[in-house]
């Protein structure tokens, strides 16, 4: 099993930022894909970013590109999120998650943390 917990969402106005981290624990060794994914109200939830823990590579949303950037923190187990640019289309519930290899959809993923609401006003 895989725990994953998330901080650092909150209330911004556009143009503000926010940083995201996601911190897991337990065998953590058999996931190699860190990923943010975002669910707005009435909405499908969606693929934000990802990073792998081996090489470091990354893959974005084309919509958060330029404005978010993923990394990651192998000594601590960290995954973190920054969020620049915030528009009121970035509002939503984001999620941790975690699972073998990238991918932008969300079965592919067993593992997820609890979401941290993420809120930029106009």
């Known amino acids: 099993q895989v725990q994953l917990v998330e901080s650092g969402g909150g209330l911004v106005q556009a143009g503000g930022s926010l940083r995201l981290s996601c911190i897991a624990s337990?065998?953590?060794?058999?996931?190699?894909?860190m990923a943010w994914f975002r669910q707005a109200p009435g909405a499908e939830r969606e693929f934000v970013a990802a990073?792998?823990?081996?090489?470091?590579?990354?893959y974005y949303l084309d919509s958060v590109k330029g404005r978010f950037t993923i990394s990651r923190d192998n000594a601590k187990n960290t995954v973190h999120l920054q969020m620049n640019s915030l528009k009121p289309e970035d509002t939503a519930v984001y999620y941790c998650?975690?699972?073998?290899?990238?991918?932008?959809?969300?079965?592919?993923?067993?593992?997820w943390g609890q979401g941290t609401q993420v809120t930029v006003s106009s």
């Open positions: 337990g065998r953590t060794f058999s996931t190699d894909a």
């Open positions: 998650a975690a699972g073998p290899v990238v991918a932008g959809i969300s079965r592919n993923y067993d593992y």
């Open positions: 990073i792998t823990w081996s090489q470091g590579s990354t």
